[in-house]
């Protein structure tokens, strides 16, 4: 897998700039969505397995990557969802064409741009998408994923310094060594001070936590598509105060059917690569 273009920018409907990447160039048109803190070309091995079979189109979610923070400070996923809606217009996918794939918050915009747009997706694989069941999301501020944002260190001296940090403790410690490092080479920017930073600053990540309250599976019940959800079994995920990760739209989607993975996390994309898109390249061909 190789990039095979500087990211395209689009406009968002909230002010500022979606960033559109075009990776690999082998076959139809699939659109990917990254989970939050990272980017389109944060999953090296993963992305590999993809542009075998498809030429895969991902944008950088508000704030992530090389896309901008929302121009009216907006992180509701439902909004989020509006700038999958943007790309898939600016690559002219039919409603009921699209194959996607997705990680996590990408995973739920995807369902999330299918409620906005009756019948978008053809078929989708998503792993672990962050689904509530309506009455159940966290009220406003009180994720309990936006303390650790709003505290995560930002910059480092070099990426290499990052990735001994990282590789050493949870939850990148579980990762595959060769999808860590393709994490590590992509989430951070250089700055003219010398050193890295992370492209995504902790106080927009903390923003998109607290958006998540709108993902919610009563938006999603009339998706028909076939659907497959990635589920993780693994209890490190639990302590973060989210151990049904995929289970709420799994429940919900009518044509829904789920892959259970033992002893993956919700990284496990990072941590069993291929694995992971086989079965996603299975869901979505």
């Keep these: 897998m ?3 273009s500087e990211p395209r920018m689009l406009r968002s409907e909230s002010g500022g700039t979606i960033a559109l990447h075009k990776l690999g160039t082998e076959g139809p048109p699939l659109l990917f969505v990254h989970a939050t803190g990272f980017n389109a070309r944060t999953y090296g091995p993963f992305m590999a397995e993809l542009t ?11 704030a992530h990557g090389w896309s901008s923070p929302p121009e009216d400070d907006d992180y509701e996923w439902t909004s989020l969802a509006e700038d999958i809606l943007v790309v898939v217009d600016h690559l ?8 996607c794939v997705g990680h996590s918050v990408g995973a739920a915009t995807l369902l999330l741009a299918d409620a906005a747009r009756p019948g978008l997706i053809r078929r989708m694989y998503g792993y672990e998408p962050v689904m509530w069941r309506p009455g159940e999301a966290f009220p406003a501020g009180e994720n309990p ?6 505290k995560r260190r930002e910059v480092f001296n070099s990426r290499a310094e990052a990735l001994e940090r990282f590789a050493s403790r949870p939850p990148f410690a579980s990762c595959r060594a060769d999808a860590l ?8 920017e250089d700055i003219e001070a010398g050193g890295v930073r992370l492209r ?3 106080a927009n990540e903390a923003k998109i936590y607290d958006g ?5 599976t009563d938006k999603v019940v009339a998706c028909q598509a076939p659907i497959v959800i990635g589920k993780g079994r693994s209890p490190s995920f639990e302590a973060l105060g989210v151990p049904e990760a995929g289970l709420p739209a799994a429940e919900a989607l009518p044509n829904a059917r789920i892959i259970y993975y033992e002893g993956l996390t919700h990284f496990g994309p990072l941590e069993a690569p291929e694995k992971v898109a086989v079965d996603a390249l299975l869901a979505v061909q």
């Design 212 to 216: 998540e309250r709108v993902s919610t």
């Design 92 to 99: 002219e996918i039919a409603t009921g064409e699209l194959n």
């Design 181 to 188: 490092h393709s994490y590590v080479m992509n989430i951070f």
């Design 145 to 150: 994923l936006i303390p650790g944002a709003m």
């Design 2 to 4: 190789r990039d095979v």
């Design 200 to 202: 995504c600053r902790g």
């Design 52 to 62: 075998k079979h498809f030429t895969v189109w991902a944008p950088d979610l508000r």
